[in-house]
């Protein structure tokens, strides 16, 4: 995209540390532009939720202190480009999630062809059933034209990349640290092929920033927003897959599990998504089936039909099994769960304990009136 002076504000906004994706969405609407936000002075930042007196100090001298051109320098040297959130190249799936990033970094081209894609992940110390079922399904969804996205991570997301490239097809590698070096380092040639016009690398974090724990879990939130459902091939109990997963579950997005033995550890964690009502699939068949009629992300909702006239039908029967009595508590509960809601909602919403939510939650599920799905999302039967 060319240097115009509003993508250098930008550029900017991302560099400051410590401005995250709500922070700067909230600089935005208060200052209506990039480089209004960064012209405001301290009192003006103080004025902006969630930005004290201390913080806007700093921010306001880190916003006139930032220099693009090193940033600039390393962008032109690894062939990466940056697109900010509301322009044109920004992809339209994720622009859509709660909190989008800001600013990302492409090294290759986002196509229109990437709205249809399916996110593969798993774990990095997987089993060779989990490299070998990785690749199958990755092949599957390939040589059906979805575009394979994962996190370039050793394990299951290399498996799914090269799998989709050996098919023919696109993927798509989300990395948790900056371009200008590629983690792990043995995935470099990896890398490059994907960047080659078979794909792009994406980032949120700045080009020489190297990849911190922390950063990991901010990663897998944009492999689930750019996807269209998100399968895991293998995780442990303790996998960053699972993390994906709630993203899904929190972004609307579809999660699918390909099962392994109730015995292994390696499938702990799928067994367990499973339980909580995340769709069972043996192949990319199963995958794409149970994505047909399902909207992509970014469209439009579908128009409808003014109303046909129809004949008058029998009133149905009534239900012959009576709803179970509810506590107050649970009334209040059910009654909040008209839409799908995450957990910590309804604490915030309800201004219940998190354990009495709970406990009633549970309470709700044995008379099966809610059941609860990955990421702590629950939704009435």
């Known amino acids: 995209?060319?240097?115009?002076?509003?993508?250098?504000?930008?550029?900017?906004?991302?560099?400051?540390?410590?401005?995250?994706?709500?922070?700067?969405?909230?600089?935005?609407?208060?200052?209506?532009?990039?480089?209004?936000?960064?012209?405001?002075?301290?009192?003006?930042?103080?004025?902006?939720?969630?930005?004290?007196?201390?913080?806007?100090?700093?921010?306001?001298?880190?916003?006139?202190?930032?220099?693009?051109?090193?940033?600039?320098?390393?962008?032109?040297?690894?062939?990466?480009?940056?697109?900010?959130?509301?322009?044109?190249?920004?992809?339209?799936?994720?622009?859509?999630?709660?909190?989008?990033?800001?600013?990302?970094?492409?090294?290759?081209?986002?196509?229109?062809?990437?709205?249809?894609?399916?996110?593969?992940?798993?774990?990095?110390?997987?089993?060779?059933y989990g490299l070998r079922e990785a690749a199958r399904l990755a092949r599957g969804l390939a040589a059906a034209?979805?575009?394979?996205?994962?996190?370039?991570?050793?394990?299951?997301?290399?498996?799914?990349?090269?799998?989709?490239?050996?098919?023919?097809?696109?993927?798509?590698?989300?990395?948790?640290?900056?371009?200008?070096?590629?983690?792990?380092?043995?995935?470099?040639?990896?890398?490059?092929?994907?960047?080659?016009?078979?794909?792009?690398?994406?980032?949120?974090?700045?080009?020489?920033?190297?990849?911190?724990?922390?950063?990991?879990?901010?990663?897998?939130?944009?492999?689930?927003?750019?996807?269209?459902?998100?399968v895991v091939v293998e995780a442990s109990a303790r996998s960053g897959a699972l993390i994906t997963a709630r993203h899904a579950a929190e972004q609307g997005r579809e999660v699918f599990v390909l099962p392994g033995r109730a015995d292994d550890p390696h499938s702990a964690g799928c067994l367990e998504l499973l339980r909580k009502g995340a769709r069972l699939v043996r192949s990319a068949d199963d995958v794409i089936e149970d994505l047909k009629g399902l909207s992509t992300p970014d469209s439009p909702p579908r128009p409808t039909q003014a109303p046909v006239a129809e004949p008058a039908r029998p009133a149905a029967a009534p239900d012959p099994t009576p709803r179970p009595t509810l506590t107050p508590d649970e009334q209040r509960v059910y009654d909040a769960l008209a839409a799908r809601r995450h957990a910590d909602e309804l604490v915030r919403e309800l201004d219940l304990p998190p354990g009495e939510l709970t406990r009633v939650l549970t309470q709700l599920e044995l008379k099966k009136q809610v059941r609860q799905l990955p990421g702590r999302q629950f939704e009435r039967r």
Request: proline residues 10%.
């Open 1 to 128: 995209m060319s240097d115009t002076p509003d993508w250098h504000d930008h550029l900017a906004l991302a560099l400051v540390p410590g401005l995250g994706p709500k922070l700067t969405a909230a600089l935005l609407e208060r200052f209506g532009s990039a480089a209004a936000a960064r012209r405001a002075t301290p009192a003006e930042l103080a004025e902006v939720p969630h930005v004290g007196a201390k913080l806007a100090a700093g921010f306001a001298a880190a916003l006139r202190a930032v220099d693009l051109g090193p940033e600039l320098g390393r962008m032109e040297r690894h062939g990466v480009r940056a697109v900010p959130l509301g322009f044109p190249g920004y992809p339209p799936p994720l622009a859509r999630v709660p909190a989008p990033p800001p600013l990302l970094y492409f090294r290759g081209d986002w196509a229109d062809a990437d709205a249809h894609a399916v996110g593969v992940v798993g774990s990095r110390a997987c089993s060779e």
């Open 145 to 230: 034209g979805f575009t394979v996205v994962s996190g370039l991570a050793r394990g299951v997301d290399a498996a799914a990349h090269r799998a989709a490239l050996d098919a023919g097809g696109r993927t798509v590698a989300v990395l948790a640290g900056g371009l200008s070096r590629v983690y792990p380092p043995e995935h470099a040639d990896l890398a490059a092929q994907i960047a080659a016009g078979r794909g792009c690398l994406v980032t949120e974090t700045p080009m020489d920033v190297p990849p911190q724990p922390g950063m990991f879990p901010a990663r897998n939130r944009i492999i689930s927003g750019l996807s269209r459902a998100v």
